[in-house]
């Protein structure tokens, strides 16, 4: 038996507000490798390569269990009646041969909660862009780190290995009413019990205090974010933007100015937002947004990544400073401070249904962040699926409440790819932001030569 954790259940509630949770890569694919890049050859040669190694990936056969009242946490149960064939299918093309149009067409109809919340579509290529798979899965089910470990397994990284057959696999039934009922008594007695012996060990109990007592403080001292166009209750339609850049290019930009390449994504994503403002007719002189990024802690323990270990932290992105050299300065000394005080966000997290109808209707109207920023490291080494070599692997990130444009970087091989992501309606000029972005990483290269 395996419950959901405290993160995990959060996960799900925006779902219930329309702002669906899901994560996603688009691999580009070579369209001169393979016997048949567009066609049915690669359609069945997904599927099989998939079924073959669904044993690396148990998930992929799991559903979200919901308990009755007092049976504790959702827990992962096998799926009764798996059919690989609904979680694999190919698309047509779409009109106007856009790619990106064809991936939204499928992200916007819900994954259904009866199956495991997953799927793989292949798209053909047309006169606009080569063939493509798109990858998406629930947040549930991995945050960005598991989910790159989850696609490494899942495509080959050498091509020509031959595949084992995949073994029979029989779904375990759900676990009884009364064993749920009784696992959910022993996890609270536990959790009670962890409460009291901390408070016996005053060493351990006061520095977690005194953590969450200054990050408190630190929250109050920094005030609301502020006011601006981009922050309104989102609806289900998204706009996307990709810009491409080399690894090699964000490496040498933040090895020169000492600071990450988190700090450099973050700095020319705040070019972008400044760029979109004034094009807005905004004022921007004096103006910090504040962006909510992922902190990854899966290094924390041991094995591969999977599931959901995140924390947070809010940085600020100093949209007055025009200067792309000085606001990367800037940001990259406000991460250095935030980064040692990320803390995972699980055993905090309240669960219940109350708090769920309480906390929905406050994400729409939330005054503690502007925007979204996750990079997320990905794979070194070239994949290919199916005979095909995957030439670029673009990101797509998940928004809910008011929080109406964000950012994914997905790293892969040499390639460095950014995705702005905004709701259709309140911030459909991501394309501003792109070029914006595109602009600030041409100043910082060029910055000393």
Not at 120 to 130: D, E, F, K, R
Not at 331 to 355: E, F
Not at 408 to 417: D, K, L, N, T
């Amino acid at each position: 038996m395996e419950r959901l954790s405290a993160q995990d259940v959060t996960t799900l509630w925006p779902d219930e507000a329309g702002w669906q949770q899901d994560i996603g890569l688009v691999a580009i694919l070579d369209a001169g490798d393979g016997d048949d890049p567009d066609g049915p050859m690669l359609l069945r040669s997904v599927r099989e390569i998939v079924e073959a190694r669904l044993p690396l990936v148990p998930r992929l056969r799991q559903v979200v269990h919901i308990p009755g009242w007092g049976q504790g946490r959702p827990l992962w149960a096998d799926a009764a009646n798996f059919d690989l064939r609904h979680h694999i299918r190919a698309v047509a093309a779409g009109q106007g041969g856009e790619l990106f149009p064809v991936v939204e067409s499928i992200r916007r109809s819900p994954l259904d909660r009866s199956r495991p919340l997953w799927e793989l579509w292949v798209i053909p290529g047309s006169g606009a862009h080569a063939p493509a798979v798109y990858l998406r899965i629930h947040h549930v089910i991995a945050d960005g780190p598991a989910g790159v470990a989850m696609l490494g397994l899942l495509l080959d990284a050498a091509p020509g290995v031959p595949l084992s057959p995949a073994s029979p696999w029989r779904p375990a039934p759900v676990p009884r009413a009364r064993t749920l009922v009784v696992d959910n008594l022993r996890g609270r007695s536990t959790a009670a019990f962890r409460v009291v012996a901390a408070r016996a060990r005053p060493g351990t109990l006061v520095p977690d205090l005194r953590d969450s007592w200054s990050a408190l403080r630190r929250t109050r001292r920094e005030g609301r974010a502020p006011r601006t166009s981009l922050n309104r209750r989102i609806g289900s339609e998204r706009r996307y933007a990709v810009v491409h850049t080399d690894v090699e290019v964000v490496r040498a930009i933040a090895h020169r100015h000492g600071t990450k390449i988190d700090d450099v994504l973050l700095s020319v994503f705040a070019g972008g937002l400044r760029e979109l403002l004034c094009r807005r007719g905004e004022p921007v002189d004096g103006v910090v947004l504040r962006a909510v990024v992922p902190v990854s802690l899966h290094g924390s323990r041991p094995g591969p990544a999977r599931g959901n270990l995140l924390g947070q932290m809010i940085v600020r992105l100093p949209l007055g400073v025009a200067d792309p050299l000085r606001r990367l300065t800037s940001i990259a000394a406000d991460t250095a401070v935030r980064k040692r005080h990320v803390r995972p966000r699980t055993g905090a997290v309240v669960t219940g249904r109350v708090v769920r109808r309480i906390a929905l209707p406050m994400l729409a109207r939330q005054r503690m962040t502007n925007t979204y920023v996750a990079d997320v490291v990905g794979l070194p080494t070239p994949l290919d699926l199916a005979g095909a070599r995957v030439r670029e692997i673009v990101p797509v990130v998940a928004l809910m409440g008011n929080i109406a444009v964000g950012a994914g970087a997905f790293s892969y091989a040499e390639r460095f790819v950014s995705t702005v992501v905004g709701d259709g309606v309140v911030c459909p000029e991501v394309d501003v932001v792109a070029r914006g972005m595109e602009e600030e990483l041409r100043a910082l290269r060029g910055e000393g030569e």
